[in-house]
């Protein structure tokens, strides 16, 4: 169906899912997911709403079952070793009520400390400065980006060789989400992590994340490393003859088409240098090929469309 | 040395730190013996993933222009630049001109006079400050 890659080879995954699937009753949240998550990769799980992203993690945690195939966490099947599997891994959730709101940060952290043999008070003492936690507030008085910072810390001062995070800068504010990214990126320097990051807001995590996978009416359409998109999806623009007849010959690889009488701005997929032939040999010249942003390549990949001017 | 890479630009990032640190030695910010800022230091300055600053400067040594010393950090080992590394990087200058000037539908002749007529411009502006 896909032209785009949705398998790699030739890698070690941390997390995978197989042929997995979900409903919920007769409704599908997923449909035969093949996720990969190479050992050691920063890996962006783009979708829109509904696609699937909160259940696959669900999933990954055990906190769901799926309707069919299976999934594996550093070797493991979550539900047959759920607490081996959430003892390495840091989770951040996209919702934010534990049911902890009478406890204050500091007891929290105490709490948390105590289900995880690898947690690094010293380290934990330098996230909460880092992220300005202040240990005597009630959990329930903290706003939403303060309440993701805790959470931030919790997932990180273990070192798990895991790390899922749902929507980590969700309720952060620009100077927040800077330092957050900062954070990140020295715990990533320091300690060899894997990491499942979905997020709407791509850009944020385009420099430091090396792979992607989007998830599109409930189906994987794309995975891939992020230098391979980048490099195969590409924005060509291209006089051509009055009347060209040009389009069938692309067929789904055009995943964005701008079309003017005499001039044409597609985004499509393929070997750069196949495409301009294809161009080419149509009687299109093409007269710019450039590479497109991680924020607009998405966009592509979530909602082609064709737009024609005049 | 500052190093600095644009998220737009069609370059890979690692390839992008490899251009900053030649052309620090090719501006003479930098020279033999130098220090480069540590992969963490550099990961957390530019936001970007530290493995990304490694490949960087493991592509660098295996060039020859920096080394890894262990424990110690990476160092520029080939302080002035020769003849054929300013030619390489002017020919890199020229392909992104000759690419801009490409979708504005000049060809070579066009820029090259456009470039001299330019130059010599610049050199009237310098010489009457």
Redesign the interface.
Known sequence: MSVLPTAMIGTEFTVATHDLSKHYKYVPALRKVALQVPTGAVYLLVGPNGAGKSTTIKILLDLLRPTSGSVEVLGMDPHRHPALVRANVGYVPEQLNWGYGWMRVGRLLEHHARYFPSWDWEYAKHLSRAFQLRPDQRMSTLSKGQGRRVHIALALAHRPPVLILDEPTDGLDPVMRDDMLGVLIDHLAQTPTTVLLCTHHVTEFEQIADHIGVLRNNELCAQMPLHQLKQGLRRYRAEVPTGWGGKAMFGAAVLRRTTAPNEVDWTVWGEQDDVAHQFASSGAFVRDSATISLHDATLALLNPRETVTT | MLIS?D??D?R??YIQIMDEVRRALVVGTIGADAALPS??QL??D???????VSQAYRELEREGVVEVRRGQGTYVVQANVNAAQRRALARDVAVRAL?DA??N?LDVDELIQALRAAGLQQLKKVSRA
């Open positions: 890479v998220p737009n069609p890979p990032i992969v963490r990961a957390g530019l936001r970007i993933n530290p493995n990304t690419r490409h979708r539908g």
